[in-house]
Structures are given as C-alpha cells and as structure tokens.
C-alpha cells in the first residue's frame, strides 16, 4: 500500500483528475506509427505558426529577440508565446521537487501524475500571465479595446493548451518529445529560409535575402546582422560538425559484474552529459527576465537587454567586445549551472548513478565493492564531465551568434543535438522492429 500523501500539492488533485490527458499506449508502438504522429504533431506546430492572431491593432513586435527560436516562437501568430509557458513551468516544478519544497516522491505513479498535471496548469497560467503582458505592453499595438484584449489573451493562451497536449502525444507516441520537436522544426525552416531565399530582403530593398543567392549574384561574402552571410552559413556548418563529434565523445568508468563471475564492461559517460538541456534552460530563463525587463522598463530592462542579449555578427562584437565578453560569461556560468541541476534532479548524479550500478550488481575494479566508495569514484568524473560539457555548449552558442550563425547560435546548437538524438532513437526503433528480442534489451 502506498504511503498517505504528503505534499500540499494534494489539494490540486480533484483539478489534475479533471484534466484531459494524452493515455498512455497499451501496447507497443510501431515503427511507422511513431513517425506518422510525429510528422503530424510538427505539421499542426507548423500550420499555428502561420495563423495570425485576430485583433492586433499593429503588426507584432518581437520580445523575445533571437530567444524566439529556441523557445519555437513565431511573433503575431497563435505560437507567439511558443514553448516558454512550459519549459517555465517545467523548471520551477523541478526546482521545488530539487529543494523538496513541494515534498513529492516521482518514482511513485501518485505523486508522479499529480506532478504532471500541476505542472500543466502552472504553465498554463503562466501562458496567461505572458499574454496578458505582452497584450497590455504594447505588443500589438495601441490603443486597443477590452474585448480585442480579453480576445488576445485567450488566443495566445489557446496555444498554449493545443502545445502542451501536442507535446504530451510525441512523447507517448512518436519519437522523443514535442518540445524538441517544435525547436529543430522552426529552426530547421528559419535556417532554410536565410540560406537560400530567393526573394528581395525585408530589411534592405533591392537586396537577395538569402545568403547563398547573395554571395553567388552579387558576390557579397560578409554583411551585417540581421542579413545572413555566408561567415553565418559556414559557422553553422562548423557547429553542425563540433556537435556531431561532441556527442560521440564518453568517458568510460571501468566495471566488473559480481554476479557473472567478474565479467567486465563499462559505464559510458558522454561529454554532454546533461545534453544541451542546460542551454534551453538559461536562454529561456534570460528570454523570461527580458518579458520582465520590457514591464519594468528602466536600468533593468538596458541591462537585460545589453547583457543578456548575444551580440550578433562580427560587426556588433567589434563595436562593443565587453558586452560579449559579459554575455560569454554569463551564459557559460548559467549553463554550468544548470548542468549541475538538472542531473542531480533527474537521478543521473553521482549518488543516484552509484546507487543504479550497486542494485545491478556491479562495482569498479581496484576497489571495495561499497556504495559509498563507487558514489567517490563516480563523481570525480560525472561532476568533471557535466561542468565541462555545461560550459561547453554555453560557450558553442555563444560563439555560434557572435558569427552570426544562421538560425541562432543556440538553435543551431539545440536543432543539430536535436536530430541527431532523434535519429539515434528512430535507429533503435528500426532495430526492435526487425529484431523483437531485441526490445527487452532497449529497456522497453
């Protein structure tokens, strides 16, 4: 029997049992299935980042900057708020579990759903929180009328719903998660669309768009942001490349299996341990500091703008270098940071790894077969290893938008790790599809 519930969050649970949710599939999801859903779910993200809000009294404006992409935004339409509302949800959640302010144990199926489920509902009310922000800030121009407003903040919120169930159905039925799905998508198509745009440039008439058609008419090697470049296609190139290769380099923990006669094997521990999650987490962070810098105004809102905002292009890290030395550090320390959090709130630090091997039998060669001692010996290397693959991909952004990376440094970074780890998981897919034994060994 369970143990009674401890958390206050319990009194949100008549609410969560109210709440419409994605089942969990009763059987084994094949192949073709999990691609069909998939290609869906983006084909709908994509439709909602072409329908434009009704009401708007002005074209747009853009708050979040280039953090637009990573949060797979679209101003002026139903995706304006984009996936913010949840991953902002989804951090503060982690962290009050992190801190055990909200007392929940997640490997209990209660206490996970009740997590779930409050988690929605915080996102969607910071989804109308965001909305009501950008409504009456101005976003969509002024003056506008109570009923365009109330009208606003319902549509935006709207979008917020039909993102959270659509994320809910990829992670259940097709490959990896919506979230990550919305950003490699609309990434994919801005990085697409500023390569090889045919058409006249909005923000320079009588210029190609494209950067590719520009340097083949025209010959133009290098131009300043917000025009893409050439400089931008060949730096998006070289993170493609450095991502590819930073994903396949591990270290390997030697170890020994007690129970099979010391059998030997290792524990890969790859370079992006924490992935490129710590990354997603400070820009959404900065991207929400830089909503409230926009209502607060002042020396706040110049300094989020000046130093949580990446310079973009050569051209604006040579006008002013401290800010991008500023910027670099900031970002590198935030994802160090996050590094660090996110591992030991998802059962994959030191101790929790530790306490993984000990249950399957296994120790480290050389050494006393003690919890304690293998918890030593592991966090000499997970810690290493997640504070240098945090700064990492901190740094690889940064460095991708200071050359004016096609799409966004971080988008660039966030889309390449993207598909590569969904063509990792549809490759092992297609091998328990061919090979149904091999299922048990994939952990399904």
Avoid: C
């Amino acid at each position: 029997m369970e143990e009674a519930p401890k958390s206050k969050l319990y009194v949100f649970e008549p609410l969560v049992r109210k709440l419409p949710e994605v089942s969990v599939p009763k059987r084994h999801v094949p192949f073709k299935e999990k691609f069909i859903w998939s290609a869906l779910t983006l084909v709908v993200y994509l439709i909602m980042a072409q329908i434009p809000l009704y009401g708007m009294a002005a074209e747009a404006q853009n708050w979040w900057g280039s953090f637009q992409y990573i949060l797979a935004s679209r101003s002026g339409t139903l995706m304006q708020l984009g996936i913010g509302p949840i991953v902002t949800a989804g951090i503060i959640m982690q962290l009050l579990v992190g801190a055990r302010i909200i007392n929940l144990d997640l490997t209990q199926s209660r206490d996970r759903a009740l997590f779930t489920g409050v988690q929605k509902m915080l996102a969607i009310f910071i989804g109308v929180i965001q909305a009501a922000a950008y409504t009456l800030g101005g976003a969509f121009g002024s003056p506008i009328s109570l009923q365009a407003i109330l009208l606003l903040i319902a549509q935006l919120t709207l979008g917020v719903i039909i993102v959270i169930y659509l994320d809910e159905l990829v992670s259940k039925y097709g490959f990896g998660s919506g979230i990550s799905l919305f950003i490699a998508g609309g990434v994919a198509s801005a990085v697409f669309w500023q390569a090889f745009n045919p058409l006249e440039s909005g923000a320079f008439p009588g210029e190609l768009g494209g950067a590719i058609p520009k340097f083949f008419v025209d010959g133009v090697f290098y131009r300043p942001w917000p025009e893409p470049s050439m400089v931008g296609v060949l730096a998006t190139l070289a993170i493609f490349f450095i991502v590819i290769y930073a994903e396949n380099v591990r270290v390997e923990v030697p170890l020994a299996y007690s129970r099979f006669g010391g059998i030997r094997g290792r524990y890969p521990i790859r370079f992006f341990y924490a992935s490129v999650i710590p990354v997603i987490l400070a820009s959404v962070l900065f991207a929400n500091f830089r909503l409230i810098g926009r209502i607060f105004g002042g020396s706040f809102q110049e300094f989020i703008n000046t130093y949580l905002n990446s310079p973009n292009g050569l051209t604006q890290v040579a006008a002013d270098p401290i800010r991008a030395v500023v910027y670099l550090v900031i970002l590198v320390g935030a994802s160090m940071g996050f590094a660090w959090m996110w591992i030991n709130m998802t059962n994959m630090g030191p101790r929790d790894v530790a306490q993984q091997l000990h249950r399957s039998g296994m120790s480290i060669p050389g050494f006393r077969r003690d919890i304690r001692i293998m918890e030593r010996v592991l966090s000499r290397y997970i810690t290493a290893v997640t504070l240098l693959g945090g700064a990492a991909v901190g740094a690889l952004s940064a460095g991708a938008d200071f050359l004016g990376a096609l799409g966004s440094g971080t988008g660039i970074l966030l889309t390449v790790s993207i598909v590569y780890r969904l063509y990792q998981e549809m490759a092992r897919e297609q091998i328990s599809e061919m090979f149904p034994m091999a299922r048990r060994f994939l952990g399904e």
